[in-house]
């Protein structure tokens, strides 16, 4: 996975972590401070050094000089440790220039500071036979082997705090407060009306096309009973009857896909319950949920768990499944297991990729445990915060 900030780079596994440009990223980021560092010695320089009457308003005026190319570089700068473009604000050059002056009261010292203590310690150690030729060689190599172990420290301290300093950089310059809460109620339209055209194709369906199939059947079954049993049109007559029947039953499993009136009517346990009791594969369901949960969250749990059991029954080869759920501080989890042959690979198919941008409209998380030879597991995670 590419990671877009130094930030997300922590969360990669070790070695990944360590062979990456990440730490070496945010130490140039930090020493990058010594540009506005330099800035402020140069306005000093001018107040101490030129005669008492120009020396102050010449570093005023150097200051003002300063501030805005400083601003930008800090713009620059944070693409170091932060990929993620910038969001347009209005008067960006009035953040612009509120970073330039953070930078300059106080954080290019604390950035040195920092970069110098977590690098400078590790590199001395594996340079103590160089640097102190008083010390005894046992004494010299055991100082190297703690700095050697001790570089990938500095390495995740670096990136944590050039990582952290991004953030803040990025906080200053495009707050996302308003951005983000019209994105997400935009989004949360998006689930009301997908979910009432959902709604609307059922009823569509169920009074439509279910009915006909109905009528059509309860006529052939008659025409049936009125023609001499072993003749040729009845044994057609009967054929053509278990079509229609099989047309039916078919045609209910894809209005259940389509929408499920019992999950709108009786709630996700009773919902699930139901799943579970058409799988072909035995199915324990061990929910403990509130009756009721936000609609978005009931149907999202719904579907994830038809898929789940949809992909136990046609893949796993398993011969139990279960279905467990809570909600844990306002989240629901729920968890899907198998005793298959596991390799689930959601490349190989769309039913999983579906599950995770289903989720991501409600905000919730799906990780997948399938290692070759079994079990899967399958966890969701929903904020029920609707
Ligand atoms: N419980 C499971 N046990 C073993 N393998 C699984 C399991 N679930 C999924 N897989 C494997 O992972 C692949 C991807 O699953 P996914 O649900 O994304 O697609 P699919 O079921 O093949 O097709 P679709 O869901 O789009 O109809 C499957 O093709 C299957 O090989
Ligand atoms: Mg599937």
């Not at 050059?93 to 920092?114: C, K, N, P, Q, S």
């Amino acid at each position: 996975m590419l990671n877009r900030t130094a930030l997300e780079a922590l969360t990669r596994r070790p070695l990944p972590f360590l062979r990456s440009a990440w730490p070496w990223r945010c130490a140039a980021y930090l020493v990058a401070s010594a540009v506005p560092g330099a800035a402020v010695g140069l306005v000093a320089a001018a107040v101490l050094l030129l005669p008492k009457p120009v020396g102050v308003p010449a570093g005023v005026a150097l200051l003002a000089a300063i501030v805005l190319p400083l601003a930008r570089f800090e713009r620059l700068r944070l693409r170091l440790v932060d990929a993620v473009p910038l969001p347009p604000v209005p008067r960006p050059w009035r953040r612009e220039l509120g970073l330039a002056v953070m930078t300059l009261l106080a954080l290019w010292w604390i950035d040195l500071v920092m970069v110098a203590f977590m690098v400078a310690g590790p590199v001395l150690l594996v340079l103590t036979p160089a640097v102190q030729p008083t010390v005894s060689t046992q004494a010299g190599i055991a100082a190297s082997v703690a700095g050697v172990l001790l570089l990938p420290v500095a390495a995740y301290t670096v990136t944590a705090w050039g990582g952290g300093r991004g953030a803040m950089a990025r906080a200053v310059l495009a707050p996302q407060g308003s951005e983000l809460s019209e994105v997400l109620r935009s989004r949360a339209r998006l689930v009301d009306a997908f979910e009432t055209e959902r709604r609307r194709i059922e009823r569509d369906l169920h009074d439509g096309a279910q009915q006909r199939l109905v009528a059509l059947s309860m006529t052939l079954g008659m025409a049936r009973l009125d023609l001499p049993e072993g003749s040729e049109v009845a044994r057609l007559i009967g054929l053509a009857h278990g079509e229609a029947k099989q047309a039916l039953e078919e045609l209910r499993e894809l209005i259940r896909g389509v929408h499920a009136p019992i999950l709108t009517d009786r709630g996700l346990v009773a919902a699930v319950r139901d799943v579970a009791g058409r799988s072909p594969v035995p199915v324990d369901v061990d929910l403990d949920v509130p009756s009721r949960l936000p609609a978005p969250v009931e149907v999202t749990a719904y579907y994830v768990i038809s898929e789940a059991l949809a992909n136990v029954a046609k893949h796993s080869g398993a011969a139990r499944a279960s279905v467990t759920g809570r909600v844990e501080r306002g989240t629901l989890v729920v968890e899907v297991r198998d005793d298959g042959a596991g390799g689930a690979d959601p490349a190989r198919g769309t039913g999983l990729t579906g599950l995770a941008d289903r989720l991501s409209v409600v905000e919730g998380r799906l990780s997948l445990s399938s290692p070759a030879g079994g079990p899967t597991l399958l966890r969701v995670e929903i904020p029920c915060a609707w």
